[in-house]
C-alpha cells in the first residue's frame, strides 16, 4: 500500500518505542508510573459535566451543529477573554471554536501554508508545530528555544530568506515544554517582527490558566497590535480539567479567523451543542476551576523540584504549565536517561529530545498523576538518580 509523500515526511514517532517499552514492563508485572503524558488526573468539575447533562437532555442540541459555533459560546469567549486579559473580542468575526488546540494548530497550516513556504517554530516545541507544516506541503524552520534566552527565540538570529518564505510564527507561553513564562516585551518584539515581515503570529495560550506564586500569564492579544498580526488558540483542555472533551477557539485577527473557518467547514462539522454550551458555562461560571487546579500542580511542582534540587538536579521551579524541565545527569542523552529511569525505576518520563533538537539534554516530567503516586514516583527516581 503506498502512503501519501505527505505523511511519509513525517519523522517517525519518537514515543512509539517508549509505547512498547511502557507496555512490555506493564506485561512483565512492574508498578509504571507515567509522568509522561500532561492529561489532567482529576475528572472535569461538576459545574460543566451537569451543564452538558441538563444540554444533552434538550433535543435542540442533538443535530448538526454549525461551524461558526453557538452563539452562547462565542459570546462567553468574548466575556471571558475581556475579563480575564482585557481583551475585546468581536463574537460575530473574531472567534471560532475548535475541537481543541490540537485540531486548530494544525488547520492554520493548511489554510496559509503553500509548498515553498514555512512555519516558524519553537525547538523544543509542541510537535504538530512541526508536523502540521510537513503535512501541509510546506516547511517548519525551528527556532531555537534555550535556557541562556529564557527559551524565548532571538527574532534577530532568523535567517532572511526563512523570514521570507515563513508565513506563520507558531508561539506558546507558558510554554510546554520548558515551562517558561513570556519575558517582558518580548510579544512587543514580535508583534514589530510580524508586521515587519508579513508572518502571521499563532499564539498557543494552552496554559495561560496554569500558574503559580500569584504569577498571571498574559494573552498575546493584550499587546498593542497584536490583533493586526495575530491569532490565538485558546483551550479548556488542561486548566478546565477538560482534554477529552476537545474545547478551545481560535481568536484574534478577523482575515485570519474568517480563513480558518472556512477551511473547518470543509473539513469537520463542528463542536456538538451540547458540549458547546457547557463549555460556555465553564468560561462564564468556572474562573475558580483553574485557579483551583493551579494550586494542586503548585503543591505538586514542589514536591517534584524539591526532590530533584535535593539530589542534585538543577532544575528551575516553573511559575507555569504542568511540567518540570530538567537537565539530564551527565553522560546521559535524553533518550538513554528515560530508558534507564523505565528500567532501574518503572518511571515514565519524556525525553527532551523528543520535542525538538535543542530539547536534547532534558527530560520532562508531567504533574497530572495524584499525590500519592508523584511522591512514591519521585522517590524512585530519587534511589535511581542517587544510586
Ligand atoms: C502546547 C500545546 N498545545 C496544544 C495542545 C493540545 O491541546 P488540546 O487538548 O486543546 O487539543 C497541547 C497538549 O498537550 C499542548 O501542550
Redesign the pocket.
Known sequence: MKTSERLDRLPPYLFAELARKIAAKKAAGVDVISLGI?DPDTPTPALVSDALAVAAHDGGTHQYPSNRGRPELREAFARFYDRRFGVELDPETEIVPAL????C?FNVNLAFLDPGTAALAADPG?PVYTGGPLLAGAEAVLMPLVPELGFVPDLEAIAAPDAQRARLMFL?YPN?PTGAVVPDGFFERVVAYARANDILVVH?A?YTETTFDGYVAPSFLETPGAKEVGVEIF?L?KGYNM?GW?T?AIVGNAEAVEAYWKLKTNIDSGMFDAVQLAAATALDDGDHIPREMSDVYQRRRDLVVGALREIGVEVAAPKATIYVWAPVPEGHTSASYCEMVLEESGVVVSPGGAYGPNGEGFFRISLTVEDERLTEAVERLRASLAG
Open positions: 500532561g481543541g488546540a490540537k485540531e494548530v509542541y506558546n510546554n498557543d494552552s483551550s483542555s482534554t476537545r478551545g
